[in-house]
């Protein structure tokens, strides 16, 4: 038994001097919390570390130009119109834990629709101009989105991040100003809560990383007006809607990160009354998004454009997206 | 005759004691490609170096959102909704054959639709309601002609001055005839009362050769440099081409083509750039430019018309950002200041360099 003793303390002594020799291929290369601070999109850990601050803005804008018809034909818009819409995006990000982190986010919406119409009227032999203006600004709905490391980098080849997301409709919902009916103020809510959930999946192989995700969100049943003539407001319920995305990202140099994904989205009919409307038609689009990310040490900038592809009754104009981001 | 000859020997000498300032073929300098790949914007010459190869691809998004009038007023398209946006795409390529000589060529791609506004015509008696809408799409896509062309330089290594001439042939490669409309009646809610959808399809060449004349000169003080172009084009000929008419009847259009003479009008393009290269990699500058066209003419129903005098001011704050020793990303945006006849865009343009010796170590 004494012998059995000796030879398990050789063992465990002999373990403990070359285990450092044997397992020199897997050391990890511990990084101060200032590293950390500033890893890449590539190289950072997919949820933010315990303590830890991000702050950012994030500006999209688009101009209506062409779209997707009931057919998936893209094509102009018909009749003269002028549409733009700018959203600025404010995210707030703190790490509860090296595994959780919880994202605060609101929106400010800018969105203009202008045209100019000419009527002649022959019995008159008059002619008639209608000019168009509306415009909607204003804070939008605000979104908070819980993201925990289901299967974590740091033990798995492939990290596996669950998310739960919950929109609340802060932003003005129904038409509001009416001084005629083409002039007044546009809704800059969505006016129905939504929660959603899903899966996000990452893979670093430097210089490159690879992303997938998935995401499946619930609108709630809501109420506003969709006309400036509804005397009321009017329940609705939007469809739901799956997200898919598929990316690859890669370092050009040290700080300077290529991104490239490809996105889908579907969005089921919704419901106006109970009953299946035309204002609220089954929607999907496929686009790719691909952008510039530049970390220079905790600042972060990037820009994307993204590029409906094909699609159905959606927008078919590129979206251009600018980002700022800080970790404090 | 003998002060004459002093000078001359005087110049030679000059010449022979700048000798190893000048390139030559006889001359083998060391030359590391990494350091020439990375060289900063204000250390390099106007042309590629000797074997050097570089390939642009570019994508211009632009919003036009206002023109300026014939007296330079300008005119908001925005708030009749006739605004409309750009989609360009750019791709050149080039090669210096030696230091100072460089061969390239480029082509382009655009897709810009222009509405118009929006009209009704509207006649209603005690019988009958007739309510007809009319609206008008130009769409210009297409590749444009493809630029052939060769750059020369001072044969001097580049320190502080540099002084470029270039020439080149835009060959009609491009489809330059307008395509056929593809005008709809759709919303047909009564006999007559529907709406017209006009749509014209037109192309993005030239549909004749056209030249190119090009000068720049650049100057460098430390990190700033100063660099201003004179470019000149000409068409080598008249072009024909055809215009596309159409009738209505019963709803139904047909369309038939009128063959038309046309002059294309020259263009002078000058611009004048101020460089601050804030790091090795990281050039930032501010380039202004002025855009003119003049003479030119088109034939409308056997008679010649004069094309309109075009011209536009450009004010573009721009970086180039070197992100490895073979990709470099530049971007511009453009703001409209003046012009006349023009249209009068706002625009991002972004610019991916692709540089490399494919045939040295």
């Known amino acids: ?50 303590g830890f601050i991000r702050s950012g803005m994030l500006t999209n804008y688009r101009v209506a130009d062409k779209y997707f018809t009931d057919d998936g034909i893209k094509e102009y818009y018909p009749s003269n119109i002028w549409g733009t819409k700018s959203v600025y995006n404010l995210t707030f990000q703190y790490g509860i834990s090296d595994r959780m982190e919880v994202e605060l986010s609101t929106e400010y919406m800018n969105s203009r629709q202008e045209s100019q119409k000419t009527e002649f009227i022959a019995a008159t032999n008059t002619a008639k101009t209608v000019v168009t203006r509306q415009k909607g600004t204003g804070i939008g709905d605000t979104y908070v989105k819980i993201r925990y490391q289901i299967f974590p980098e740091t033990s798995y080849r492939v990290s596996v991040t669950g998310n739960i997301n919950l929109a609340i409709p802060t932003g003005e919902k129904n038409p509001t100003d009416i001084r005629s009916a083409e002039q007044y103020d546009l809704p800059v809510g969505s006016g129905t809560y939504a929660l959603g959930g899903g899966l996000f999946a990452r893979t670093i192989f430097y210089p490159y990383s690879f992303t997938f995700g998935l995401n499946y969100t619930y609108s709630f049943t809501g109420r506003k007006k969709f006309e400036i003539t509804d005397i009321r407001e009017i329940e609705f319920q939007p469809g739901e809607v799956l997200n898919l995305s598929l990316g690859a990202n890669l370092h050009l140099n040290e700080w300077i990160v290529f991104s490239n994904e490809l996105t889908y989205q579907h969005k089921d009919k919704g419901t ?57 | 005759m003998n002060r004459t000859i002093n000078i001359l020997v005087a110049v030679i000498l000059l010449i022979f004691s700048a000798a190893p300032e000048i390139y030559s073929q006889s001359l083998r300098e060391e030359r590391d490609k990494y350091t020439l790949l ?30 300026f009038d014939n007296d330079g007023n300008p005119v908001q398209l925005r708030t009749s909704g006739t605004g409309s946006v750009y989609h360009y795409y750019f791709a050149d390529i080039r090669y210096g054959l030696l230091d100072f000589v460089e061969l390239g060529a480029e082509t382009s791609y655009i897709r810009h639709g222009v509405r118009s506004e929006s009209v009704t015509y ?15 799409l130009k769409e210009i896509k297409g590749f444009s002609d493809i630029l052939f062309n060769a750059t020369v330089r001072l044969p001097i290594k580049y320190k502080w001055f540099d002084l470029s001439a270039k020439g080149g042939i835009y060959v009609p490669s491009a489809e330059y005839k307008q395509d056929k409309p593809e005008h709809r009646i759709t919303n047909i809610t009564a006999a007559d009362s529907y709406t017209v959808n006009y749509k014209y399809n037109y192309t993005n060449g030239f549909g004749v050769p056209v030249y190119l004349l090009a000068s720049q000169v650049k100057f460098t003080f430390r990190k700033l440099s100063l660099q201003a172009g004179l470019t000149f084009r000409t068409p080598a000929r008249e072009g024909t081409s055809i215009r596309w008419e159409e009738n209505l009847v019963e709803k139904t259009f047909i369309y038939y ?26 050039d930032i500058f501010v380039n202004v430019s002025r855009e003119k066209t003049t003479g030119g003419w088109t034939e409308y129903w056997g008679n010649k018309y004069k094309n309109r ?30 012009g006349k006849n023009s249209d009068a865009p706002f625009y991002l343009f972004t610019t991916i360099r692709f540089s490399n010796f494919p045939f040295f170590r």
């Not at chain 2, 005098?309 to 200041?337: D, H, K, R, W, Y």
Request: aromatic share 12%; glycine share 4%; net charge positive.
């Open chain 1, 1 to 50: 038994m004494v012998k059995y003793t000796h030879i398990l303390k050789y063992l465990s002594a002999s373990a403990m001097f070359f285990a450092p020799f044997i397992c020199s291929g897997q050391v990890e290369k511990q990084l101060t919390p200032a590293e950390i601070k500033q890893q890449t999109i590539v190289t950072e850990p997919v949820t933010l570390k315990k």
């Open chain 1, 272 to 328: 106006v009354n109970g009953h299946y409307s035309a204002l609220l038609p089954l929607t999907w689009s496929a686009s790719y998004r691909p952008g510039l990310v530049f970390q220079v040490r905790r600042f972060r900038l990037g820009e994307s454009v993204t590029i409906p592809v094909k699609g159905k009754n959606t927008a078919a104009d590129p979206l251009y997206i600018v980002m700022a981001q800080y970790v404090f």
């Open chain 2, 122 to 136: 509207t006649s209603v008696s005690l019988t009958s309601a007739e309510r007809v809408t009319v609206n008008q």
């Open chain 2, 38 to 67: 990375t060289m900063p914007y204000n250390m390099r010459p106007l042309t590629l170096y000797r074997g050097q190869l570089k390939a642009d691809a570019g994508y211009k998004f632009a919003v036009k959102g206002r023109k």
């Open chain 2, 309 to 338: 005098e075009t011209e536009l001011i450009m004010i573009e704050p721009c970086f180039e950002l070197q992100i490895s020793p073979s990709l470099t990303v530049c971007q511009n945006a453009g703001f409209p200041v003046a």
């Open chain 2, 257 to 282: 083509d009128q063959s038309y003479k046309y002059l294309l009008s020259d263009a002078w393009f000058a611009d004048l750039a101020v460089h601050y290269q804030a790091t090795g990699w990281f």
